[in-house]
């Protein structure tokens, strides 16, 4: 059976350059401040998509984005790599979204997609860490929702067979299509972008992401397949009051990078005496035993 499949993926900030400017005034992502990169464990879903895109001829795979126009290079990422489109959700509406403002435009984007049979995404976005998304938005379609996979197995019968990683080892279900995944980054990495589809797809774009002279304006009448699709909470039939800002009950105070750094050290020798001295001290303090 061919199936439709949507990918959800997010371009974060690289947490791993966390500085004093990483929070705005409002108390959200100073994303200009911050290299992009494409959310780890959400190019780990894409792989898990690609896969049974080419077990089931006939599937189609796209990236729905949310952000500022810039976002528009997860989808060619994704494009480079084998998927067939995407939708970049953007609108200084979504802006400042919480994990209940992002779910919510994200479900209006796929029901205006519609008859979706997957939808599968990362565990988590590594700028919130709250693994929310995936399950708000299966919440919000009515759907069957399977969480922390690892590997797709199959899907026959209208039914998705999938093994998870979960505490204490790994179990195998069964969930019926419509169905929405999150993988987690112990799943098979991301195949490498492929040479001919980066040169298919380099100049994609969305209409915000081009100048008002654009020098490949005929490029795009000849070729519309790299003109990437751009929605705003109108075009998603959203309601303002629940998206960006305005629809997200969280508020982060404060974003700190913190060093741990050891009060006092302590040398050893390899000797007996010094071996059973630090294991007492460590059995005395409660840190083993």
């Known amino acids: 059976m061919s199936l439709k499949i949507v990918v959800l993926a997010k371009q974060v900030p690289d947490t791993r350059n966390v500085g004093k400017d990483a929070m ?57 790599r084998g998927a067939d489109t995407g939708w970049l959700l953007t609108d200084r509406l979504f802006a400042g979204a919480d994990t209940l403002a992002t779910s919510y435009a994200l479900a209006t984007a796929i029901k205006k997609i519609g008859d979706v049979d ?69 799943a098979a990495p991301c195949r490498p972008c492929n040479a001919k589809l980066v040169m298919k797809y380099k100049y994609a774009s969305c209409p915000m992401e081009r100048t008002e002279n654009d020098p490949r304006a005929n490029l795009y009448e000849e070729r519309p397949y790299l003109t990437l699709n751009q929605w705003s909470v109108a075009d998603v039939d959203g309601d303002a009051s629940q ?38 001290e460590l059995l005395e303090e409660k840190i083993i035993g």
């Open 24 to 80: 705005t005034a409002e108390g959200t992502v100073n994303r200009a401040a911050l290299p992009a990169i494409f959310n780890p464990e959400d190019l780990n879903a894409l792989e898990q998509a690609l896969r049974l895109k080419e077990q089931h001829p006939g599937s189609t795979v796209g990236l729905l984005t949310m952000g500022p126009p810039r976002a528009g290079e997860i989808i060619r990422q994704g494009l480079y």
């Open 118 to 186: 997957i939808v599968i995404g990362g565990r988590q976005a590594i700028d919130g860490d709250t693994a929310q998304v995936g399950p708000q938005v299966a919440q919000k379609l009515g759907l069957n929702q399977v969480t922390y996979a690892e590997e797709i197995l199959k899907i026959e019968d209208s039914k998705a067979t999938i093994r998870r990683h979960i505490d204490g080892g790994v179990e195998t279900v069964v969930a019926p299509l419509p169905v929405v995944i999150t993988v987690n980054g112990s």
């Open 243 to 280: 998206c960006g800002l305005a629809g997200s009950p969280t508020k982060v105070k404060t974003v700190k990078n913190i060093v741990f750094q050891a009060k006092e050290s302590k040398t050893l020798t390899a000797s007996d005496a010094d071996v059973e001295s630090i294991i007492k």
